[in-house]
């Protein structure tokens, strides 16, 4: 009896002292690696026909791909603002790039660090306001620079030699090698500037395709037939928009004014290297250039080459990212913190790639409404699988705070996808999706609020109230609206219920 008594004491102690430290070392670590304008089509584990990159594709083949991950507000600062809150746009405050975020809002790095978590920001930003919830940040101001860029920290600001890629690499390893506390689970969002605009590649990728050819998407040549207005009054078309000295890295003649603006920009860009990076770069483009202006191409021909100076420089940033995902990778299989970490590989937004003759991003249209997603988590994910279910970058934040146990407060708008990664899509998941773009600005893409679900995608330019609808089955590039068919008339009225049911529930207000 009196022993019995004893065990049920003992055991009573263990479990009061060993149930906490148990949970407390179990909690995953979440490293969030974030780039900028990464479009899914540019990651060959998305079935990419121009580029291959090996270490992104590892996190998809030990984890899981999703392959309808929308962002509710395609540009950079908004998508971010979702990202932190939970919440979309018109309830974040942040509508557009211009907007400044209120970083005294609740934010998931803060609930994360309320709960024990150590959490960290290193790279872009572009919140407009310093960061909020971290223990460490250290972020590039406003869209940063490609080469030797200066890094904001709350003690003011560090210039760092090199390539922005790799250093923001430095910097987040440096943190979970040095400076956190190891005995506490971390979250970190390592966020890359690259790929975007500018699109400047790193010294060592100067020359990547050189002497290929990368393939043209089909609607390179689109002529924005059967479509609302607005596809033809954008300003973002690769034949038409691309500045030379910025876009297409073509040097201004030496005569050119100083107020000149494709100055001002070559001079953002390539003003920022120092010698020795200059006589690299210059060895890599002039023979191309010299060749191109001989070359005195027009019409089509100038497009096409346009879009192939465009793509290659897209891709060759994209390298040097998936080149120091391998590295973040190999840390944390070398220091064995790979088995307890989570880890995320995903983009503010898509990105146009030529698809309807465009870069940039904003559109409705898939390309830019759909983000790359893939999480790997061992023991929980199983390797290589793929979900189709509608999930957001709204949901980012539940998703976290629920895998790292977290309770998900009740006013954030997203919900959490564990059961997605654990290969179970509850029931009741959403049918359909609420987009809305507000920016009013460069690149003249018209405001837009629509609804997607698994098959149409409804769109209305509330400006000019003219509306486009798409059937995704049998138009997947989205270049004949069938808005006002007769054949469509019952699956319009639907969604126009749908699109006003989800305004409600979301709480959007009327458009003014
Ligand atoms: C800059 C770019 C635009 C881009 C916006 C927003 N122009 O203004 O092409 O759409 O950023 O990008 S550039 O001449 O400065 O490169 S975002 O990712 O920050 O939303
Ligand atoms: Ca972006």
């Known amino acids: 009896m009196r022993s019995a008594w004893t065990r049920t004491i003992v055991v009573t102690l263990l479990l009061s002292v060993a149930i906490p430290v148990w949970a407390q070392t179990s909690r995953p670590n979440i490293i969030f690696i974030f780039s900028d304008d990464h479009a899914y089509q540019a990651i060959s584990a998305y079935g990419s026909r121009i580029n291959h990159t090996p270490n992104i594709d590892r996190i998809a083949r030990e984890g899981m791909r999703f392959e309808n991950a929308m962002v509710t507000n ?59 919830g971290f223990d460490y940040w250290e972020v590039l101001p406003g869209q940063g620079a ?17 390539y922005v890629t790799d250093i923001i690499t430095d910097l987040t390893l440096n943190w979970l090698e040095h400076e956190r506390d190891p005995d506490r689970p971390f979250m970190v969002m390592s966020q890359h500037k690259a790929p975007h605009r500018g699109w400047m590649p790193g010294p060592e990728r100067l020359t990547l395709y050189d002497g290929m050819m990368i393939p043209e998407p089909d609607t390179l040549f689109d002529d924005y037939a059967n479509r609302a207005s607005p596809a033809r009054l954008q300003e973002m078309e690769i034949g038409r928009h691309m500045i030379d000295g910025h876009d297409l890295k073509l040097k201004p003649a030496p005569n050119t004014p100083e107020d000149n603006p494709d100055l001002r920009l070559w001079l953002a860009g390539y003003g920022r ?37 465009y793509i290659k420089d897209y891709l ?33 937004q898509g990105f146009y790639l030529g698809e309807h003759g465009w870069f940039d991003k904003r559109w409705m249209y898939e390309e830019s409404l759909k983000t790359p997603l893939l999480v790997r988590w061992p023991g929980v994910v ?3 699988s793929t979900n189709t279910d509608m999930v957001s970058n709204l949901d980012f934040p539940a998703t976290l705070l629920n895998a790292a146990g977290v309770d998900v407060p009740h006013d954030m708008q997203g919900r959490s996808f564990v059961p997605m990664l654990r290969g179970e899509t509850p029931a009741d998941w959403r049918k359909s999706f609420y987009y809305h773009y507000y920016e009013k ?29 798409f059937d995704l089955e049998v138009d997947p590039n989205e270049i004949r609206s069938v808005y006002g068919a007769a054949s469509y008339a019952e699956t319009q009225a639907a969604l126009l219920d749908e699109l006003g049911r989800l305004k409600k529930a979301l709480q959007v207000p009327d458009i003014p």
């Open 74 to 132: 395609s540009i950079c600062a908004p998508s971010r603002a979702v990202i932190q809150t939970g919440k979309y746009s018109h309830l974040n405050g942040v509508l557009d790039n211009m907007q400044v975020f209120d970083g005294s809002q609740q934010t998931f790095p803060k609930l994360l660090q309320q709960a024990g978590y150590q959490t960290a920001v290193v790279g872009k930003w572009h919140l407009k306001s310093e960061p909020t």
């Open 146 to 162: 490609y080469y030797n860029p200066d890094l904001r920290v709350p003690a003011g600001q560090n210039r760092h030699a090199g």
């Open 273 to 309: 290297l120092d010698e020795g990076q200059r006589r690299i770069w210059d060895a890599a483009y002039e023979p191309k250039n010299a060749a191109f202006l001989a070359a005195g191409l027009e019409g089509r021909a100038l497009v096409r080459w346009k879009y192939q100076r």
């Open 316 to 348: 060759r940033t994209i390298a040097s990212v998936d080149d120091n995902v391998g590295r973040l990778l190999r840390y944390l299989d070398e220091t064995g913190l790979a088995e307890n970490t989570i880890v995320v590989y995903s983009s503010d």
């Open 382 to 384: 199983a390797a290589g």
């Open 441 to 469: 600005g460069i690149h003249n893409v018209a405001p837009h609020e629509g609804v997607r679900t698994e098959r149409h995608k409804l769109i209305h330019y509330y400006e000019t109230d003219e509306w486009e609808l």
